[in-house]
């Protein structure tokens, strides 16, 4: 009960149907699809041994925790799941051996790793996935257990089995460009949050100029809409105006927004004002690198 407790709790965790994320909902299409198979395998042929069978069904479950488990905690590691993906591929064929060869129903809970190699990079990684799969189902048939009678020198390939690939390359397929809508729509989000965001500081920067008089205060909020428009690290808004009406007075404002590891303080100040003092007559926009600070501009 404690481990299907947990078990439960890791799928709440870490499988979100709101992620729209196609490794997410392939998580959730895993445990589906071996639900069905494991269903068809126990009140079906081949004519084995239930205690077979239900430890077939036991160890599958268990193999798909651990992979989803292990597979998420890769992290960023793309070669990392390339070799889970793989080594699970060549299981699932050997499995094939003891569950019927390729009228195994076992053999459709297969194409779970050929899927979820489609979200992986380069694009060809899943269809050499999926050609590994059968070639090794193929070879691997005329050694099954309680499947039919096969000859035993069968052929790779043969006209009656044909069916399989198409299958498999069309669910390949389906998934590849299932896979390429999601992204796209999932970049078009995030485009059309930071719009929404942009406007939203546009709107908040004009509400509080029009109300602020203090220009240290007006220059400390540009610089944090700036940053915050722009999408930079850091921002450095630097002004200087005349105080005054009988004798008009020069003062500087300026503020700094971000993190103070990025571009410290004194790599900057001394640069940018004597910059600003030669500039103040003819003011352009000028690209300044400052020394000591590599491939910051």
């Not at 070799?83 to 060869?101: C, M, S, Y």
């Not at 193929?138 to 069916?163: C, K, M, T």
């Not at 007006?218 to 005349?242: D, H, N, P, Q």
């Not at 005054?244 to 003062?251: I, Q, W, Y």
Request: glycine share 6%; net charge positive.
């Amino acid at each position: 009960m404690r481990f299907l407790k947990d078990h439960l709790g890791f799928l709440k965790k870490n499988l979100y149907w709101d992620k729209l994320e196609l490794a997410s909902l392939l998580g959730y299409y895993r445990y589906i699809s071996l639900l069905i198979t494991s269903a068809l395998y126990l009140s079906g042929p081949p004519p084995s041994p239930l205690y077979l069978k239900a430890g077939v069904c036991f160890c599958l479950l268990l193999e798909a925790f651990l992979f989803i488990r292990f597979y998420n905690n890769e992290g960023g590691s793309t070669w990392g799941k390339k070799l889970f993906l793989f080594v699970e591929t060549i299981g699932l064929a050997f499995i094939l051996i003891l569950t019927g060869g390729l009228d195994s129903p076992f053999l459709w809970y297969a194409i779970n790793p050929i899927l979820l190699a489609i979200t992986l990079a380069p694009a060809y990684f899943c269809w050499a996935l999926m050609g590994t799969f059968l070639f090794s189902s193929f070879l691997l048939h005329q050694f099954n257990i309680y499947g039919p009678d096969v000859p035993e020198v069968s052929l790779v390939f043969w006209p009656d089995r044909a069916y399989l690939v198409v299958i498999f390359v069309l669910s390949t397929l389906g998934g590849q460009l299932f896979n390429f809508f999601i992204m796209k729509l999932s970049r078009q989000a995030q485009i059309m949050e930071k719009q929404i965001q942009h406007i939203k500081s546009l709107y908040g920067a004009v509400e509080v100029f029009s109300h602020n008089s203090d220009p240290q205060e007006i220059v400390s909020l540009f610089a944090s809409y700036s940053r915050a428009l722009t999408g930079a690290k850091k921002v450095i808004v630097w002004i200087e105006t005349e105080m005054g009406l009988s004798e008009p007075e020069k003062k500087s404002y300026f503020a700094v927004r971000g993190p103070r590891d990025v571009f410290p303080e004194e790599s900057w100040y001394p640069y940018i004002k004597k910059e600003f003092e030669k500039k103040q007559h003819a003011p352009e926009v000028n690209m300044q690198s400052f020394p000591g600070v590599k491939g910051q501009k």
